[in-house]
């Protein structure tokens, strides 16, 4: 099947520092990437959408400035936490969609994110 | 608005017992619905999905699931658990098109030995 890597899959930093994650498509082109957030034992809450050569989709709730997320390529999307806060700590999950018919969903390992 | 509902938050099996992971879904149109693995600190790994074909769905590692529409359920099962089988499982929906998932709260299933 079709694989997503994200890198990195752990950084700690300190509070007031930018974060940059990012999510590739390794085997084939993804129109569409979506990040996801998880906090323990809890489930996936969608962040954005992101499209290629598009600005991305916040959900509501997210704050735009805060979650920058770039999608320059058809297999690169980044997040970028900016200024980070230790409420950001969280684990952070992207997903990359074929464009095929059945919206199938590839998803990343995820990236543990810790502010200090 | 789509929704998922897994009931149960944690379900614990004896090895060799059925699995029977419950979804019900909320959707206005025909959905798509899929389940979802994740072992811990790791990303989440397709089981099987429903895409409006075969109602009887049959996915990776002996897990199956039936699209009821008019229980409007998706349960997963296995008839024999696996001590590798314990994992957190996300039943989640969406509309066909270039939509987004919407995941319910998961389920931790737990298996003894």
């Known amino acids: 099947g079709a694989v997503v890597s994200q890198h990195p899959s752990r950084v700690i930093c300190k509070s007031g520092t930018s974060v940059k994650i990012e999510c590739r498509s390794l085997?084939?082109?993804?129109?569409?990437m979506f990040w996801y957030r998880q906090f323990p034992k809890q489930s996936l809450m969608l962040m954005a959408t992101?499209?290629?050569?598009?600005?991305?989709?916040?959900e509501q709730g997210v704050e735009k400035d805060k979650f920058l997320i770039n999608h320059a390529s058809l297999t690169l999307s980044t997040l970028t936490v900016t200024s980070a806060h230790p409420e950001d700590s969280s684990f952070y999950i992207c997903?990359?969609?074929?464009?095929?018919?059945?919206?199938?969903?590839?998803f990343g390992p995820g990236t543990r994110l810790t502010v200090l | 608005a789509q929704s998922v509902t897994q009931l149960g938050s944690h379900v614990s099996v004896s090895e060799g017992a059925l699995v029977l992971l419950r979804c019900n879904y909320s959707?206005?149109?025909?959905?798509?619905l899929f389940w979802y693995v994740q072992y811990p600190n790791q990303g989440l790994q397709l089981l099987l999905k429903?895409?409006?074909?075969?109602?009887l769905v049959k996915g990776i590692n002996g897990f199956e699931a039936e699209f009821k529409k008019s229980e409007t359920s998706f349960h997963l099962t296995k008839p024999s658990a696996h001590m590798s089988d314990a994992a957190e499982y996300f039943c989640?929906?969406?509309?066909?098109?270039?939509?987004?998932?919407?995941f319910g709260k998961g389920t931790r299933l737990s298996v003894i030995a």
């Open positions: 997903s990359a969609q074929t464009s095929g018919v059945y919206n199938e969903q590839f």
């Open positions: 085997d084939f082109q993804a129109t569409t």
């Open positions: 992101s499209n290629e050569g598009s600005k991305a989709t916040y």
């Open positions: 959707s206005s149109v025909p959905p798509y």
């Open positions: 429903y895409t409006s074909a075969a109602t």
């Open positions: 989640a929906v969406s509309d066909p098109g270039n939509t987004p998932l919407v």
